[in-house]
């Protein structure tokens, strides 16, 4: 079982920038990373942000690559997500989710299924 931890959040002005962090309990080099978020608002769905596998190959929401990037330091065991830029459309909560790369199929990083553990969320406000 990963326990996983995000921080970093907070509120940031339009044009901003912040990095956010998830720190896993115990060796995730074998696993794949993922970004999700959920803005708020009744019945709003959660959407992938970004993933990278156990490779160090990135994935990133096509209408967010040249400002969001992801990344990951095993000895760590933590996956970052840098966002720049920021508007108040990127307000949300992010979590950080994992899964072994190995269950993984071939082109679903970004899908919230392929994940079996998830943080508790850490809050993102852009005004």
């Given at each position: 079982h990963v326990q996983l931890v995000e921080s970093g959040g907070g509120s940031v002005q339009a044009g901003g920038s912040l990095i956010l962090s998830c720190v896993a309990s115990g060796?995730?080099?074998?696993?794949?990373?993922g970004w999700f978020r959920r803005a708020p608002g009744p019945g709003v769905k959660r959407e992938a942000v970004?993933?990278?596998?156990?490779?160090?190959?990135?994935?990133?929401?096509?209408?967010?690559?040249?400002r969001f990037t992801i990344s990951r330091d095993n000895a760590l065991?933590?996956?970052?997500?840098?966002?720049?830029?920021?508007?108040?459309?990127?307000?949300?909560?992010?979590?950080?989710?994992a899964e072994l790369a190995d269950r993984v199929k071939l082109g679903a990083?970004?899908?919230?299924?392929?994940?079996?553990?998830?943080?508790?969320?850490?809050?993102v406000t852009v005004s």
């Open positions: 060796d995730t080099s074998s696993y794949g990373l970004a993933a990278v596998d156990d490779e160090g190959t990135p994935w990133i929401k096509p209408s967010l690559k040249g065991n933590t996956v970052y997500l840098q966002m720049n830029n920021l508007s108040p459309a990127d307000s949300a909560m992010y979590y950080c989710a990083m970004l899908r919230e299924s392929s994940y079996r553990f998830w943080g508790q969320g850490t809050q």
